[in-house]
T-cell receptor
């Protein structure tokens, strides 16, 4: 069945460091891929998405590219800030983008950025 | 902006109690979802609904039921709470696209 695997956390970085959070997936068909972020004490917010192979999603300095050949959707940011400290979830949809469907989430990766 | 609200941020209940968690969305979304979030396990889907009075089981429906009498409201019911249901519960809604909008969560403790 469909699944998402993220690198384990916590990830601890200094401010202005480069961030990579790895995400790989297993899916049949052509899922859409998402990164959600959860700040302390809050629900999840959509950070970025990609709906087909080679698409790059970007938002707030974060980027991720949908790589079908490696079944990956790694999250990157060139220079993290303390305010980026949060839990990051990779997710895929189980149907095509215009068909709605459910999301399947990875286990989450906690990021802590120190000043 | 889409707003998804949940009835309580924190809840403490006793083993065996019947527990209701309420979720309301204000954007006329067709789809609503209930998840539980546990450390190291990510989000696991409990139940979802694609329409009023319609419900489908997710990955971990045991011990839970749901109700959707109105489009904007989706309730999660723990018929007889147990300590292993202590968790963070997240509600979400969506239109026909897969992006989901989440509420702030309810942290439930069952003693």
């Amino acid at each position: 069945g469909n699944s998402v695997t993220q690198m384990e956390g916590p990830v601890t970085l200094s401010e202005e460091a480069f961030l990579t959070i790895n995400c790989t997936y297993t899916a049949t068909g052509y899922p859409s891929l998402f990164w959600y972020v959860q700040y302390p004490g809050e629900g999840l917010q959509l950070l970025l998405k990609a709906t087909k192979a080679d698409d790059k999603g970007s938002n707030k300095g974060f980027e991720a590219t949908y790589r079908k050949e490696t079944t990956s959707f790694h999250l990157e940011k060139g220079s993290v800030q303390v305010s980026d400290s949060a839990v990051y979830f990779c997710a895929l949809s189980d149907q095509g983008y215009n068909q709605g469907g459910k999301l399947i989430f990875g286990q989450g990766t906690e990021l802590s950025v120190k000043p | 902006d889409v707003k998804v609200t949940q009835s309580s941020r924190y809840l403490v209940k006793r083993t065996g109690e019947k527990v209701f968690l309420e979720c309301v969305q204000d954007m006329d979304h067709e789809n609503m979802f209930w998840y539980r979030q546990d450390p190291g396990l990510g989000l696991r889907l409990i139940y979802f609904s694609y329409d009023v009075k319609m419900k489908e089981k997710g990955d971990i429906p045991e011990g839970y039921s749901v109700s959707r009498e109105k489009k904007e409201r989706f309730s999660l019911i723990l018929e007889s709470a147990s300590t292993n249901q202590t968790s963070m519960y997240l509600c979400a809604s969506s239109l026909s696209r897969p992006e989901q909008f989440f509420g702030p969560g309810t942290r439930l403790t069952v003693l």
